[in-house]
């Protein structure tokens, strides 16, 4: 079974651009969640999608949004870059959040300039 | 103070040592969850524990509901084990998955 992908794995933005990061859980999964991961605030979630529907959001301004597709493909989008944005975005895919093991993409690291 | 702390946040240990890291946690969870990140950022799921105790090879995770506590075992530890190690809880109320700062292994030959 093929893991959990994202894409780009690498990205570099400039303030006020918008960026769209991409991934696709493993077969089955319904339930895919974000991550954002920096050296000062460590690993912090965003958003969680389960059958194309958002769960639940993290503390993160409304820059950030997300959606999921019927086949189960997330999608994140920020907006408005800001140098702080930079990090590494990671999303986990699982069959059900709280009850099943998640399973995490390589991440997309995104710098802002 | 955060919701989730682990201790400690540095460890070296030589070869062959038991090791023990810990996770306390101040909100109430439906499951913790164990995760390993290794130096480049893939992160992999060891445990998810909602009571007890689970064993995967040389790891062993337990969790204590009432005290609200967990930790993780490496026995017989190996250079290969040099990771950060992070406890996350799955919060009762908000579903939401909250993380503790994770503990930085370093096992020396």
Redesign the interface.
Known sequence: KAGVTQTPRYLIKTRGQQVTLSCSPISGHRSV?W?Q?TPGQ????LF?YFSETQ??K?NFPGRFSGRQFSNSRSEMNVSTLELGDSA?Y?C?SSLH????????G??T?LTVL | KNEVEQSPQNLTAQEGEFITINCSYSVGISALHWLQQHPGGGIVSLFMLSSGKKKHGRLIATINIQEKHSSLHITASHPRDSAVYICAVYMEYGNKLVFGAGTILRVKS
């Open positions: 969640s991550y991961q460590g690993l912090q979630f969680e769960r639940n993290g590494l990671l986990a959040f709280n009850t099943d093991t998640q399973y995490f390589p991440g690291r």
